[in-house]
């Protein structure tokens, strides 16, 4: 059985740094990425990393700020977020699928976690 557990949510300033990460088991992803819902806005994309860790995918707004890696062995993959904004307030939720091609559609994701809470202060 699949199961994805974040970790690493938390409060943090406007401009400070929070790195969260996803611990994986019962099987092995082609893709593992990170997405991100607030309340009443759909599920939007964050950042995708594939099994090689050779091609990496961000949204515009994490683009630059935040960068994702993953460990094999470890079966984990991280999200590194800096230079925060309250805009980035969210719940952030780790993602994998089978396929080795890294992609944005969140429907393409067959497996979840559920989530853990990143709240930026201004």
């Known amino acids: 059985q699949v199961h994805l557990a974040e970790s690493g949510g938390g409060l943090v300033q406007a401009g400070g740094s929070l790195r969260v990460s996803c611990a994986a088991s019962?099987?092995?992803?082609?893709?593992m990425g990170w997405f991100r819902q607030v309340p009443g806005k759909e599920r939007e994309f964050v950042a995708a990393i594939n099994w090689s860790g050779t091609v990496v995918d961000y949204s515009d707004s994490a683009k630059g700020r935040f960068a994702i890696s993953r460990d094999r062995a470890e079966n984990t993959v991280d999200l590194q977020m800096n230079n925060l904004d309250p805009e980035d307030t969210a719940v952030y939720y780790c993602?994998?699928?089978?396929?080795?091609?890294?992609?944005?559609?969140?429907?393409?994701?067959?497996?979840w976690g559920q989530g853990t809470q990143v709240t930026v202060s201004s």
């Open positions: 019962g099987g092995t992803f082609g893709v």
């Open positions: 993602a994998a699928r089978r396929s080795l091609v890294v992609g944005r559609d969140r429907a393409a994701y067959a497996y």
